[in-house]
């Protein structure tokens, strides 16, 4: 398995694509899966959907997910990214690698399994969401799909170590942006004006005041990282914006967030006579891992770590779980290496991890 699976990544980590467009990744999985006993589709373009029919009345499926990040690779490998400005810095090579190994071993034993199965390779995981594009087109209604799960490696936690929670996994995320639109004066005159750059102020402490506000067991993050403002020392500024993000993983504390938000820039927008707009992205939903499937698994693999909180990046995982019971985990590389960064890396034999956990998951779970 070592081999062959080590093969699969670094194959795949030469040829790193990005978003949609990924005709390499596509070629290289088409060639892989097709000597086996399974039918390919392709749910949307560059997207691959292997199903193992073992004739069963239910299919499980497993997702990984395809695409690159425009980072240029500071790793010293023979096998680094053939791109300049493009690698796989956040693992996906690996999760392919897991897949394409796990439906070799499939191809040997999916006619007695108690499911049919079903492989979702996915590219736009990280821009713009292809797990919502793949459940637009009701292949998991279609292939009677009645549980789904997903893995990304993680380099916090302990090589070859497994992870997972019930409930909140992964959060729910969008970006802001609040443009702020004052008045200029000369400072010795700052009455005169409004001064936008207070205002961003004003603004940015009081959201933080309402989120502190929250009780600490909801879980949920509103914080800035960019304020713009002014031209020179001397003038009032005119214009801000502010630039953040908001995360939660309840639908109703994410919308409740938000109206906070609106009520406080209406309240500074009356005392000053100023003019805020808020902009929100669409973001990802939150992983939510279904409690009774977490418990199934942890039963058939009591190796499996439950983590004590969620985490509060976003994955497009999401869209599955919110047409099927889903559940996300974590592998661990062990080495520490952020995930988007040009070092990432990790020790292949943790794969292997990944495909023993499925083959237990398939083998014995009872749905």
Excluded at 9 to 31: A, S
Excluded at 161 to 183: L, P, Q
Aim: glycine share 6%; charged share 30%.
């Amino acid at each position: 398995m070592y081999e062959r699976i080590t093969k699969y990544r670094r194959d795949l980590h030469k040829i790193p694509e990005l978003e949609l467009e990924l005709p390499l990744t596509y070629q290289y999985l088409l060639k892989q899966l097709k000597p086996l006993s399974c039918s390919i589709s392709s749910p949307i373009p560059y997207s691959v959907a292997a199903y193992f029919d073992a004739g069963k009345e239910k299919t499980i499926a497993f997702r990984s997910d395809m695409d690159g990040l425009p980072v240029k690779e500071a790793t010293d490998h023979d096998f680094k990214s053939r791109r300049e400005d493009c690698m796989h810095a956040c693992g996906h090579d690996g999760h392919m690698a897991i897949l394409l190994e796990f439906a070799q071993q499939l191809n040997e034993i999916y006619a007695s399994l108690p499911y049919n199965v079903l492989l979702i390779f996915q590219p736009g995981e990280e821009s713009p969401g292809g797990a919502r594009l793949i459940c637009e087109t009701k292949i998991l209604e279609e292939k009677k799909v009645a549980a789904i799960f997903g893995t990304h490696l993680w380099p916090m936690l302990p090589k070859g170590e497994v992870a997972t929670r019930k409930n909140e996994m992964m959060a729910r995320s969008s970006e802001v942006n609040v443009d702020i639109e004052g008045k200029s004066s000369h400072v010795a005159k700052y009455k005169e004006g409004i001064d936008a750059m207070e205002i961003s102020a004003r603004y940015l402490l009081k959201c933080y005041e309402m989120e502190k506000s929250y009780h600490p067991d909801i879980y949920r993050l509103l914080r800035f990282g960019k304020l713009e403002s002014g031209t020179v020392r001397n003038v009032v500024a005119s214009k801000a914006r502010i630039e953040g993000t908001l995360r939660a993983f309840q639908d109703e504390i994410y919308w409740e967030l938000r109206k906070n938000m609106h009520r406080i820039a209406e309240y500074l927008e009356r005392k000053y006579q100023a003019k805020i707009d808020l902009e929100f992205s669409l973001g990802y939903p939150a992983v939510i891992n279904d409690g009774t499937l977490v418990e199934k698994v942890c039963a058939i693999d009591p190796q499996i770590k439950l983590l004590k909180e969620p985490e509060m990046i976003s994955e497009d995982f999401a869209y599955y779980q919110q047409e099927v019971p889903g559940v996300f985990f974590f592998l661990g590389t062990g080495t520490g290496i952020p995930l988007h960064n040009a070092h990432f890396d990790f020790e292949e034999s943790i794969l292997e991890e990944g495909v023993k956990l499925y083959l237990k998951i398939l083998k014995s779970i009872k749905l």
